[in-house]
C-alpha cells in the first residue's frame, strides 16, 4: 500500500507493483496489478486529554505537565527529561508517532490533535511528568489503544477511529 494524499506517485522500473496506490495522481511506466483510489479520503482526528486536581480541586496555575507517547508495548521506557523538553518545544506537524506534551489549563490538559490516514493499531501512554513544586504527582499511567480502519463507499473513504483505555497505577 502507498498512501500520499496530496501527491503524484510514479511507478517505474524493473519490478512490477502488487497493492493499492492512494494519490492525488499516479503515473504508471511499468507493470502493476492494483487498485487505485478514486475518490476522496477523510481521514480521522483524535484528540486525547488529561485532567488535573490537586486536592480535589482546579488547579491555580498551569505548573503541570503531561505526556502522550507512542509506544509498541507496555514495557517500553517512560519518556526521558530530554525527550519531554524536545517534545515541549516541538512545533511541526503531529502525526501517529509524534510524542507530545501538554500543559494544564485549569484541570484539563489537551493534546494536539493526531490525524491517522491508514488503517493500523496504534498504542499510547498518557501520564503526568513529575515537576519540582511542592506536591505528590499522580504516578498513574493510562494505555490508549487506537484502532484505524478505512471504510468505503461510493468512491469516498472515510478513516473510522476505535478507543480502548487501560489504567495501570
Do not use: C, W
Not at 478514486?38 to 488535573?52: D, H, M
Not at 509506544?71 to 519531554?84: C, G, N, R, V
Request: no cysteine; hydrophobic share 35%; aromatic share 12%.
Amino acid at each position: 500500500i502507498i498512501v500520499a494524499p496530496g501527491a503524484t506517485v510514479v511507478v517505474s522500473g524493473s519490478s512490477s507493483f502488487n497493492g493499492s496506490i492512494f494519490a492525488d495522481d499516479i503515473v504508471v511506466n511499468n507493470e502493476t496489478h492494483r487498485t487505485d483510489f478514486q475518490g476522496s479520503l477523510t481521514p480521522a482526528q483524535a484528540n486525547f486529554s488529561a485532567v488535573k486536581k490537586v486536592d480535589g480541586n482546579t488547579p491555580d496555575n498551569n505548573n503541570f505537565q503531561f505526556y502522550l507517547q507512542p509506544i509498541t508495548s507496555e514495557s517500553d521506557p517512560i519518556p526521558t527529561a530530554e525527550q519531554i523538553a524536545a517534545a515541549a518545544a516541538y512545533t511541526g506537524d503531529i502525526t501517529p508517532s509524534t510524542l507530545q506534551v501538554a500543559y494544564n489549563n485549569g484541570s484539563i490538559a489537551e493534546f494536539k490533535d493526531i490525524t491517522f490516514v491508514e488503517d493500523g493499531t496504534y498504542y499510547y501512554r498518557i501520564g503526568e511528568v513529575v515537576g519540582n513544586g511542592n506536591y505528590i504527582y499522580d504516578s498513574t499511567v493510562y494505555y490508549v489503544k487506537v484502532v484505524a480502519t478505512t471504510m468505503s463507499q461510493a468512491g469516498d473513504s472515510l478513516v473510522s477511529l476505535a478507543y480502548s483505555y487501560h489504567k495501570n497505577s
